[in-house]
């Protein structure tokens, strides 16, 4: 195994996953705590379009992704009235969109089913250098602004009071999201994203008691997912992504039965 280890892929994909685990949990408590669930879906089905652009041009994803991601935010908050309303016609755009893309420029369809399932071990060294930026990025943003952060998660009208640039703050967290989903996407694909993203923050909400502990404690229980997963697929030669899916699913089961629902009232303090 140690000899497949020292491989090119394999050494990009346990680099990436190392980060990705830390990283994609906090942005995940982000979701759970500004309610952004439904742009989420928008986001996941913006990084498809990413996709369906890359590859029927034949660029590169990650940008692509990047950007039709930032546009896709730009659309739900530029749309008037409810944003889970925006954030759903928006989904049904892009993937019109991504359809039409696919048919005209006739994308094979192994490629596109790509999208939905991840492809860790095909991550090259710009998509490294780009998701340890927007993983420092985050870690800093989170540094530096955590009471600012919290102040909001608690009430955005109180932390305006309090002097919080509420709307910068906001709009900034929903840019991380957007770029962190398009690369998680990347990372184990559409079907499987919400292993490193929501599920930790859940299972870590079980045991936390702030959002300091719940920021804390989901990164670490995304590592354990990620590199826990990395191995055991390795060792059973099960496809990454799932494996990965498959235990933080048991984690989250397992937790549930031994603290009760409860706790997950923790999210929301």
């Not at 942005?27 to 986001?43: E, F, H, K, T």
């Not at 002097?163 to 962190?180: D, E, I, N, P, R």
């Not at 354990?224 to 059973?236: A, D, H, K």
């Amino acid at each position: 195994m140690l000899e497949l280890l020292l491989l090119p892929p394999m050494m990009r994909a346990l680099a990436a996953l190392l980060m990705g685990g830390v990283c994609f949990p906090l942005c995940g408590v982000m979701v759970l705590r500004l309610d952004l669930v439904p742009l989420r879906y928008a986001l996941m089905h913006g990084v498809i379009l990413g996709g369906a652009i890359s590859l029927a041009f034949g660029i590169p994803e990650a940008p692509v992704s990047f950007l039709t991601n930032l546009l896709v935010v730009w659309m739900v908050l530029a749309l008037k009235g409810n944003k889970s309303m925006s954030s759903a016609a928006s989904m049904v755009f892009t993937m019109g969109l991504a359809s039409l893309i696919m048919h005209v420029f006739d994308v094979p369809s192994k490629d596109s089913m790509q999208l939905l399932w991840g492809s860790p071990y095909a991550l090259r060294d710009i998509d490294l250098i780009l998701l340890a930026a927007l993983c420092l990025f985050e870690l800093v943003y989170l540094k530096v602004n955590f009471g600012k952060i919290t102040a909001i998660f608690f009430d955005k009208d109180i932390a305006n009071s309090l002097g919080v640039k509420v709307k910068f703050h906001y709009y900034t967290m929903v840019v991380v999201v957007a770029l962190v989903v398009a690369m998680a996407m990347r990372l184990i694909g559409a079907l499987l994203i919400d292993a490193l993203l929501i599920l930790p923050v859940l299972i870590a909400a079980r045991v936390s008691s702030g959002s300091r502990q719940l920021f804390m404690f989901s990164a670490i229980t995304g590592l354990i997912l990620s590199i826990g997963g990395y191995f055991l697929s390795l060792f059973w030669d099960f496809p990454l992504s799932a494996t990965i899916a498959l235990l933080a699913a048991v984690f989250y089961a397992l937790t549930s039965f031994s603290k009760g629902s409860k706790k997950l009232r923790s999210i929301e303090i």
